[in-house]
């Protein structure tokens, strides 16, 4: 019986250092796959009916600006602008973006949005970008994120130009 208490004990130490060095060893691996893909809630592709609701559930402050398929909020300190475009018939988001009340160091924000959307910091010459959701281009200036379909937004400047 005290053989068991021990290797019992052993089992639970082991265990605990483990995590200890390795705090991922606990997480199921099906969580490693899964990359946040959203701000706020808002994620290019929802529809602006989608994000509407999503205003309401949340009591978000918002209000339309600039057209009718943007939404400027005010979230938590965060200056937030939600774009949809306006040619599709459901009015998609195809851009998130806030701005940063009181930042910080841009080490600290660049390592807790690297946690956050389970994606590597590229560093480029204005700032940080991470390859999120499908296909979705996160960036980072040291004072404002923005979260950009990036398929939706080339279509949107390529019918910009035609015009």
Not at 56 to 72: D, F, I, M, Q, V
Not at 89 to 95: G, L, Q, V
């Amino acid at each position: 019986m005290k053989v068991a208490i021990v290797i019992a004990g052993l089992i639970v130490v082991a265990v605990a250092a483990l995590v200890a060095i390795q705090p991922s060893f606990l997480k199921p691996a099906s969580f490693a796959l899964v990359k946040k893909s959203d701000m706020f809630g808002f994620s290019p592709g929802m529809t602006f009916d989608e994000a509407n609701k999503l205003v309401a559930r949340r009591h978000y402050l918002c209000r339309p600006s600039r057209g009718p398929y943007t939404l400027a909020c005010d979230i938590n300190g965060a200056k937030v602008a939600v774009d949809g475009d306006e040619t599709d018939p459901t009015h998609p988001i195809w851009r998130v973006n806030a701005t940063l009340n009181n930042p910080g160091s841009q080490e600290a924000a660049v390592k807790s949005i690297s946690e956050q959307f389970n994606a590597p910091a590229i560093k480029d010459r204005e700032g940080w970008i991470w390859i999120v959701g499908r296909g979705f281009k996160l960036s980072y200036d040291g004072a404002s994120l923005t979260l950009v379909d990036e398929a939706a937004e080339a279509r949107l400047r390529k019918e910009d130009a035609k015009r």
